[in-house]
């Protein structure tokens, strides 16, 4: 796909939706500009937090912790 944007006369480039939702950007978004040759490649910035993928994956803790690990210990619910 190729999709071509103008060159504003402060070099600012709008980027077309077409890119934005490509990248899955939305406003405030950082991009990576990788270079090589005469070769610019567009990328959607990595998340720099490993521990970002990992959200979601554990269960949530009920709201009474002291029960949840007293039924931890105890072994409670281990059928």
């Not at 490509?22 to 950082?30: N, S, T, Y």
């Amino acid at each position: 796909m190729n999709v071509t944007a103008k060159l504003s006369s402060k070099g600012q480039v709008t980027l077309p939706r077409e890119v934005r939702e490509r990248l899955g950007l939305k406003q405030g978004d950082g991009l990576v500009f990788q270079i090589e040759g005469d070769t610019v490649t567009l990328l959607a910035p990595q998340d720099d937090n490993p521990f970002t993928a990992l959200i979601g994956t554990l269960p949530p803790l009920p709201t009474d912790a002291r029960t949840y690990w007293r039924e931890q210990r105890d072994g409670a619910g281990d059928e």
